[in-house]
T-cell receptor, first 114, second 112 residues
Framework: TQLLEQSPQFLSIQEGENLTVYCNSS?????LQWYRQEPGEGPVLLVT?????EVKKLKRLTFQFGDARKDSSLHITAAQPGDTGLYLC??????????????FGTGTLLAVQP | NAGVTQTPKFRVLKTGQSMTLLCAQD?????MYWYRQDPGMGLRLIHY???????AKGEVPDGYNVSRLKKQNFLLGLESAAPSQTSVYFC???????????FGSGTRLTVV
C-alpha cells in the first residue's frame, strides 16, 4: 500500500503552460517536503511545509500544505524546459519516540517541451 | 561542495556475489539513510542510522546489512546478490529527523 499517491504520474506540456501536481494521503504528516530529481542524479530538496494551510513560493513554484496535513500540491506557473524532471513529495511520519521517517510518493515525471 | 558522495556509480554483479556500497558525507550530519529506487515503486527505505554506531531497519531491509563505524560513513552490504536487488541505490543524510535530506547521486546496480 502506497501511503502517498501522486497525480498525475506523467505530464508533458509546452513551455509557458501552467500545471499542478497533487500529493494525497489518508495519513497525517508532521511536515511535507518536495524534491526534484533529474536523470542520473539524486533528489534535491525544494521546500518543506510544516503548518496546515501553509503556502510557500519559490520563484514560479507554489507549494501548499493541506489544512489537515494529509495532502499537498505543487503549482508551476509558466513552465520552462529547465523545470523538466521527476517531482517527489515526501511526508514525515513519527514512528514512536524520537524516530521520524520520510515516506516518499511515487513521483510525477514532468517534461516541458520548448 | 562534496555533500554526499556515493561509490561506485555503476556496478554489475553476478547472482551470489557480494559487494559493499560506500556513502560518505562531509556535513557532520547525524542521520544517514539508504534507499532503493525502482520504477513504479518510488524510493523505499532500506536501513538508516541516527548516529555513529547505530543502525536500524527500514521498509525493505531483507538481503542487506549496514554499518556506521564512523559518523561520516554509512556502508550498505549485499552478502549474496539476487536479481531482485537490481536497482538504483541512494544514500542520504540529514542533521536531524526533522530536516530535509541531502542525497548522493546514486549507484546503479545490476545483478545478472
Amino acid at each position: 500500500t502506497q501511503l502517498l499517491e501522486q497525480s498525475p504520474q506523467f505530464l508533458s506540456i509546452q513551455e509557458g503552460e501552467n500545471l499542478t501536481v497533487y500529493c494525497n494521503s489518508s495519513s497525517v504528516f508532521s511536515s511535507l517536503q518536495w524534491y526534484r530529481q533529474e536523470p542520473g542524479e539524486g533528489p534535491v530538496l525544494l521546500v518543506t511545509v510544516v503548518t496546515g494551510g501553509e503556502v510557500k513560493k519559490l520563484k514560479r513554484l507554489t507549494f501548499q500544505f493541506g489544512d489537515a496535513r494529509k495532502d499537498s500540491s505543487l503549482h508551476i506557473t509558466a513552465a520552462q524546459p529547465g523545470d523538466t524532471g521527476l517531482y517527489l513529495c515526501a511526508g514525515m511520519m513519527n514512528y514512536g519516540g524520537a524516530t521520524n521517517k520520510l515516506i516518499f510518493g511515487t513521483g510525477t515525471l514532468l517534461a516541458v517541451q520548448p | 561542495n562534496a555533500g554526499v558522495t556515493q561509490t561506485p556509480k555503476f556496478r554489475v554483479l553476478k547472482t551470489g556475489q557480494s559487494m559493499t556500497l560506500l556513502c560518505a558525507q562531509d556535513m557532520n550530519h547525524e542521520y544517514m539513510y539508504w534507499y532503493r529506487q525502482d520504477p513504479g515503486m518510488g524510493l523505499r527505505l532500506i536501513h538508516y542510522s541516527v548516529g555513529e554506531g547505530t543502525t536500524a531497519k527500514g521498509e525493505v531491509p531483507d538481503g542487506y546489512n549496514v554499518s556506521r563505524l564512523k559518523k561520516q560513513n554509512f556502508l550498505l552490504g549485499l552478502e549474496s546478490a539476487a536479481p531482485s536487488q537490481t536497482s538504483v541505490y541512494f544514500c542520504a543524510s540529514s542533521p536531524s529527523a526533522y530536516y530535509g535530506y541531502t542525497f548522493g547521486s546514486g549507484t546503479r546496480l545490476t545483478v545478472v
